[in-house]
């Protein structure tokens, strides 16, 4: 190539036979949340080694093919190191590998996905994923719906007829968990692309599901991100990065939070009211912040969570009618369904401070977006959502979690792209 030769056009090095299979791996991520409950890192692989694959073909010097001059994959490469670092003093066995190379996947994985997603939605087939997305997001509420209302729902065909109906009915809040992330980049993409009926009714029909479903977690998060989508539509600059910073203020506060609510004795005021599932998160709240303070600036180790999960300790808790009882109770349940605090209690401060810098460049940058009222109140919304549903669940390290929570942040880089296009 002459050194004044036009630049390969993206056509001969993204064809259609990688856009459809990138297509294929990316619909694969809510519909296998949704079937088996089980670890995504297997999509966003495929879609890492597809922008791989894609940036390797371009003409371009390797600084400008790859990410590495991301500050968010630097900080990211921080928190995985530090947590392979951490299986030296983990108290945990087979678990803790897994879940420190999961972090690792995930680390590389999502810049490569970004490099790949972050592309304009032009004619061709990658102008089909919003659709795509949408159809698969749909499929998936309708999963919600069936087996909300029928005791033969679609995880029977999978665990069976004798499965039990705690297991099934966890399934299906992952899957709204997932559903309550993908809406929000879905939605705008769509809109975006002048389909607004379609986005519309994806959103209606979303909501409406994990309504129904049993995932409080899910809809708590669809709600305070549907507040902030609300608020920064009045004032996007300002909601997106008090998101981000807030949610820094509070992994800071939280422990101190903690131990506050019980030494206030405000635990024992608002326990009456609040349901057995609130207040056991409370008590395993409190655990982790006595342990914590044991080692707060190394942690104790990636996945120590689990090595308390066969510690039963006599709590006492309000039991409805019965009053005030005392109960064996199971204190950390694998992990501590808050994922701030058990990254404070596994990898310490200095697991937490690269997160803590991680959010505060992310505020500055969203707030600097130029994407208009609506693409920045819908990124306030996902991000208020994401961090609303890590707050009170699921396990920090979940390879199904991460990959959703991965495959949301590329996809809305995608929809943005689509949008500053259409702009020029």
Not at 350 to 355: N, Y
Request: proline share 6%; glycine share 10%.
């Amino acid at each position: 190539m002459t050194p004044n030769a036009p630049p390969r056009p993206s056509t001969a090095v993204f064809g259609g036979g990688r856009d459809w299979a990138a297509l294929a791996a990316l619909a694969a991520v809510p519909l296998t949340a949704a079937l088996t409950h089980s670890q995504l890192v297997i999509p966003v692989g495929l879609i890492a080694l597809l922008g791989l694959a894609t940036v390797a073909l371009e003409d371009r010097p390797l600084s400008a093919r790859l990410p590495l001059r991301s500050p968010f994959l630097a900080l990211g490469a921080l928190i995985a190191l530090w947590g392979l670092l951490s299986l030296g003093w983990t108290p945990t066995g087979k678990a803790a590998p897994r879940d420190a190379w999961t972090v690792v996947a995930i680390v590389i994985g999502t810049p490569l996905c970004a490099r790949l997603l972050a592309r304009p939605a032009g004619d061709g087939p990658w102008g089909l994923m919003p659709r795509v997305m949408a159809a698969v997001l749909g499929l998936c509420a309708l999963l919600v719906f069936i087996e909300t209302y029928s005791l033969w729902g679609p995880q029977v065909l999978i665990q069976g007829a004798d499965a039990p109906v705690a297991k099934r009915v966890l399934a299906m809040n992952g899957v709204m968990s997932v559903l309550s992330l993908l809406v929000w980049p879905t939605a705008l993409a769509l809109w975006i692309q002048g389909r607004r009926r379609l986005a519309i009714g994806l959103a209606v029909v979303v909501a409406l599901a994990v309504a129904r479903g049993t995932s409080e977690a899910s809809l708590l998060g669809l709600c305070v991100g549907g507040l902030t989508f609300a608020l920064a539509l009045l004032a996007p600059v300002l909601v997106v990065r008090l998101v981000n910073w807030g949610m820094a203020v509070g992994m800071v506060a939280a422990p101190l939070v903690i131990k506050a609510v019980f030494a206030s004795g405000l635990f024992t005021l608002i326990a009456p009211h609040l349901g057995f599932s609130v207040q056991h998160r409370l008590l395993i709240w409190r655990f982790i912040a006595d342990r914590l303070a044991e080692k707060p600036w190394m942690g104790w180790g990636i996945a120590a969570s689990r090595s308390f999960q066969d510690l039963r300790v006599p709590t006492a808790f309000h039991d409805g009618s019965l009053g005030w009882v005392m109960r064996d109770l199971q204190i950390v349940p694998i992990h501590p369904h808050n994922m701030a605090l058990q990254l404070w209690f596994e990898l310490g401060v200095v697991g937490m401070v690269p997160v803590l810098i991680g959010l505060g460049l992310l505020g500055w940058r969203l707030g600097k977006l130029t994407d208009g009222r609506l693409a920045t109140a819908t990124v306030a919304g996902l991000l208020a959502s994401g961090l609303t549903m890590a707050m009170g669940t699921y396990n920090l390290w979940q390879g199904w979690v991460l990959c959703a929570a991965a495959i949301a942040g590329c996809l809305m880089a995608g929809a943005l792209a689509t949008g500053r296009q259409g702009r020029h």
